[in-house]
């Protein structure tokens, strides 16, 4: 998390899969998961729904794929 000037605070996290498909298994999952998905909603709930959470507190969400900028064949 970084603070900047503004009393902005910046959330930046990363995930490493063994590939695009392990990500989306993954994410289905998690989002098949009924209790996770309660928790969630119950979280947002609590600060008053998702929408005003969205709308009051989050100014920009990203998913974006990153992608190794080194050949595979000097890794190993």
């Not at 998690?30 to 008053?48: C, M, T």
């Not at 959470?53 to 920009?60: G, H, T």
């Amino acid at each position: 998390m970084i603070e900047n000037e503004d009393n902005i605070s910046e959330i930046f996290a990363i995930w490493e899969y063994d590939s695009y498909d392990d990500y989306l298994r993954i994410e289905t999952a998690i989002r098949a998961d009924k209790e996770h998905v309660i928790r969630v909603r119950e979280w947002y709930d609590q600060y008053g729904g998702k929408d005003y959470v969205l709308k009051n507190y989050i100014l920009e969400v990203k998913n974006e794929m990153l992608q190794s900028t080194l050949d595979e064949q000097k890794q190993s």
